[in-house]
Nanobody, 123 residues
Framework: QVQLVESGGGLVQAGGSLRLSCAAS????????MGWFRQAPGKEREFVSSISYGGGSTRYADSVKGRFTISRDNAKNTVYLQMNSLKPEDTAVYYC????????????????WGQGTQVTVSS
């Protein structure tokens, strides 16, 4: 198991930027693929982005492609989500998740979750 703690959320105007961080502790971080998901009120949790355990492969939801960038620093046991050109529809609680080795876009395939961080984008 890994323990995950997100930070960096907040209130930002449309067009602005935020950088989310997810710090991991516990098992060997470099063995885990990482994902970012989000959940808006009344909606299901949805995939945002994922990164392979080595950092060489990434994937993005179409809704964020070209605006968000996922990265990781295995020396710091941290994964990041740089969010640019934010839109009101990006408003949600953002969660990071860890899964052994293989990336996935499906929340049910992740075993470890953080508590979430709120991102609110005003118009």
């Amino acid at each position: 198991q890994v323990q995950l703690v997100e930070s960096g959320g907040g209130l930002v105007q449309a067009g602005g930027s935020l950088r989310l961080s997810c710090a991991a502790s516990g098992r060997t971080f470099s063995n885990y693929a990482m994902g970012w998901f989000r959940q808006a009120p009344g909606k299901e949790r949805e995939f945002v982005s994922s990164i392979s355990y080595g950092g060489g492969s990434t994937r993005y939801a179409d809704s964020v492609k070209g605006r968000f960038t996922i990265s990781r620093d295995n020396a710091k046991n941290t994964v990041y989500l740089q969010m640019n050109s934010l839109k009101p529809e990006d408003t949600a609680v953002y969660y990071c998740a860890a899964r052994k080795f293989m990336m996935s876009i499906w929340p049910r395939e992740y075993d470890n979750w953080g508590q979430g961080t709120q991102v609110t984008v005003s118009s």
